[in-house]
């Protein structure tokens, strides 16, 4: 009986950090280097560093001149784009959503190594990678919903419900 105790709770400590794992959202920044003629630019290193935490992953471009950070955490980032014989490019303020893919191509120009462009603005938040539609909604905003007196469990139902006394639930709870 104490070995079923035993495996029963090793069995729960592997499933809740399975849980833990899928729960990582994550975004990719995507591009092309060129140089100002338009030629592709073979092992340019880009580096994406978010502002926030200061972690930074590096890559280098491939023989199409094509650079991807797949999974990136959520975050507001500065990416940079340099090679010898060419000036750093960087772009800031690229803000990752949940399950966004931004794609940020860089022209290089010619220059000596220390000189260093900036591009500062705001990212185009248009979806160019993925046809998938959504919307990340904040935690202030979800908290910010009046509940009009009914129980916050109402929010777990799920589409689909078989359950009529859930669903009678769930036909009552408007915004």
Known sequence: MRWLTIATCALSVLLLGSVSLWASINGSISGVVTDSSGALVNGATVTATNTETGVQTSVKTDSKGFY?????????YTVEAQQTGFKTISRTNL???????LRADFTLPVGQIVEKVTVTG???????????MGEVIGSKTITAVPLNGHQGGTFGIINGARDQRILQIGARFTF
């Open 68 to 76: 991807n950070f797949p999974a990136l955490q959520i975050g507001t």
């Open 122 to 132: 705001e990212a185009a938040h248009v979806e160019t990678e993925n046809t998938q």
């Open 95 to 101: 803000v990752i959503d949940a399950n966004s893919a």
